[in-house]
């Protein structure tokens, strides 16, 4: 067994892409595994990549666009949520949740597991004066759904899950991951997305005017010292 | 004798519909009771489907075949 608190996993961790992939994966695996019923990490890449779900491999004109993005600087990697292509790069601070739930109890799902990661954020937001954080979808946003964390109404955090069976028990882990644009304009990022749908031969098109940089919202947050308050609201919620 | 493999009626709330993105061994294949078989995904959530008991599978539903929960998405000849 793990005898780690979650407290002592609130340090901001500098990771490449892959590697802060494969942390989230083993947050999850750890629950899995009953190491422990609930852990919070956060990272923030040094390097930068294009991040989707394996499932867009399938697409034709895959290996052309792959190699497309990777002229840009923009390599493409899997991750193991779902949704739709996302960038991340030093501008983006990405936050996992993962802990154990039974199915069946009073502890629902897909809502539950994003209110249980996107309400504390709003929180958090509110905390540090932004009084109009709701979730929400992003309509002209990528990888948009039903529960970004939004600032008047432009897509600040995307959130996505993961759920799978703990070992030797019909308890699930969840997973669930959120990615803030914190740097740069969203105009930068959103140009990356649009090359892909480019290269793919997907004529949908991204909107920056969809997305909102942290950075925009509070000029001047110390985010280092920002942060931790956003992971103990997470860590207390449970 | 034949177990289907069907998407949990728990897996989710709603009537959304889910997707499947992902089949984690071939059609034919020999799997063992609570190997990882599929991967469903509704509403940017990835959920893994298991295998109920051992057999050999045969495939149902295809990857971006669209499922609702119950749908019987494969079956497991023991």
């Not at chain 1, 942390?23 to 294009?50: K, M, N, V, Y």
Request: charge should be negative; glycine fraction near 10%.
């Amino acid at each position: 067994m793990t005898a780690l608190s979650p407290l002592e996993e609130f340090d901001l961790q500098r990771p490449t892409v892959e590697g802060g992939l494969a942390l989230d994966e083993a947050l999850l695996e750890s629950i899995c595994q009953g190491e422990r019923r609930f852990g919070l990490i956060a990272w923030s890449s040094t390097d930068h990549a294009l991040v989707m779900p394996r499932r867009h491999e399938r697409l034709e004109g895959f290996p052309m666009a792959r190699r497309a993005l990777l002229d840009r600087g923009w390599p493409i990697l899997f991750r193991s949520t779902g949704g739709t292509p996302v960038p991340q790069s030093p501008a983006v601070v990405n936050v996992a949740l993962a802990l154990r739930c039974r199915v069946g109890s009073s502890a629902a799902h897909l809502e539950w597991g994003y209110r249980r990661l996107g309400d504390p954020w709003c929180d958090w937001l509110a905390s540090l004066g932004v009084q109009d954080a709701d979730l929400g979808s992003a309509p002209g946003a990528y990888c948009d759904g039903r529960f970004n964390v939004r600032i008047a109404g432009r897509k600040l955090v995307g959130t996505a899950q993961r759920w799978r069976r703990v070992r030797g028990c019909k308890d699930m882990a969840m997973l669930a991951h959120g990615a803030m644009q914190v740097g740069e304009t969203p105009e930068a990022l959103v140009e990356v997305v649009n090359a892909f749908q480019d290269a793919i031969g997907d004529p949908q098109r991204f909107h920056a005017a969809s997305h909102v940089a942290l950075a925009q919202a509070l000029p001047g947050l110390d985010l280092d010292s920002a942060l931790p308050g956003l992971l103990e609201r997470l860590a207390e919620a449970s | 004798m034949t177990t289907e493999i069907t998407v949990p009626e728990d897996l989710w709330e709603g009537d959304t519909e889910g997707v499947i993105t992902a089949w984690l061994v071939d059609d034919g294949a020999e799997v063992a009771q609570g190997d990882l078989v599929a991967e469903v995904m509704v509403e940017k959530a990835q959920y893994e489907i298991e295998a109920p008991v051992s057999g050999k599978l045969s495939i149902a539903r295809a990857e971006d075949d669209v499922v609702a929960k119950g749908t019987t998405i494969a079956r497991l000849e023991a």
